[in-house]
């Protein structure tokens, strides 16, 4: 076969290519959608590029990490993730019904669920992606679904860029995110959260991040 012949077929088979996310009832799947439903994506106003909303979620995964294995002195893992647990999907779904993630919940029978608004934009989403030559919208489903797959093999990928945080302003904090919200001054998680700014990379991917005050270490409380 010529060179242009394989060039063809290469070229063919990328048109082809399909975007495929694991089943929502697998634990790679469900924290995959979660990754997905809470970054901004091309077309929306959020957006910036491909590259920024990458960054939201290995940091929204981070986020998560830490509240199961790197709860700060002077904190409770309850006071920083509303749950007791060592799985991240407790976290994610903790809260009950209302999910601490809106959208992701366990059902009465402890089943994980999403809600329908998440489940029609995961699926339009993947719609767009199937559509013609893979571009940032496939690059972006497929990151968030490889994302998902390394963690429950082997954790976070990479380092977690607010871990080194000290002081933000005049407040002295804990280094890591805690906790990521809509980026907006309409949005705030108020009590011991500070927000982490511009250049400091505290907005990514439509979304701001959040570090938590220093405590002194007496002041820990139990659940």
């Not at 076969?1 to 009832?25: H, I, K, N």
Request: hydrophobic share 40%; with cysteine.
């Amino acid at each position: 076969m010529g060179v242009m012949a394989l060039l063809a077929v290469g070229e063919a088979t990328l048109v082809r290519a399909q975007v495929r996310l694991d089943s929502p009832s697998t634990p790679s799947g469900y924290l995959a959608r979660l990754l997905i439903n809470e970054t901004a994506f091309p077309g929306e106003p959020a957006y910036r590029s491909e590259a920024d909303s990458r960054a939201a979620m290995q940091a929204m995964l981070w986020v998560l990490h830490s509240r199961l294995n790197h709860v700060p002195e002077g904190y409770s893992q309850r006071q920083v993730a509303d749950v007791e647990s060592r799985c991240i999907l407790d976290v994610i779904t903790a809260n009950g019904v209302k999910g601490q993630v809106e959208g992701f919940y366990r059902d009465a029978q402890g089943r994980l669920r999403m809600a329908r608004r998440v489940q029609e934009r995961v699926d339009y989403l993947l719609l767009l992606a199937n559509r013609g030559r893979p571009g940032p919208v496939a690059g972006l489903l497929n990151h968030a679904q490889t994302l998902a797959r390394d963690y429950f093999k082997a954790g976070p990928p990479g380092e977690d860029i607010f871990a080194d945080l000290k002081r933000i302003g005049g407040k002295l904090v804990t280094g890591r995110a805690y906790a990521w919200m809509t980026d907006s001054n309409r949005f705030d998680p108020g009590g011991d959260f500070v927000r982490i700014p511009e250049h400091l990379l505290g907005s990514l991917g439509g979304n701001r991040f959040y570090t938590l005050e220093k405590r002194p270490s007496s002041r820990r409380q139990g659940s």
